[in-house]
């Protein structure tokens, strides 16, 4: 996959992510941050906060 760059990916926390809990955090969603940091590795974007 390749992101061009100078793009900005954006992914929904709640109910995306991790369960929706709102207010609270809910649980990781099955291969949610696994996806992301694999996505990272593989592209030029970079992950804040995860």
Do not use: N, Q
Request: glycine share 8%; proline share 4%; charged share 30%.
């Amino acid at each position: 996959m390749i992101i061009p760059s100078g793009k900005t990916i954006a992914i929904d926390f709640d109910g995306t992510i991790v369960e929706h809990a709102y207010p609270k955090i809910g649980k990781k969603m099955l291969f949610a941050f696994e996806t992301i940091r694999e996505l990272e590795k593989r592209t030029s974007i970079g992950i804040v906060d995860l």
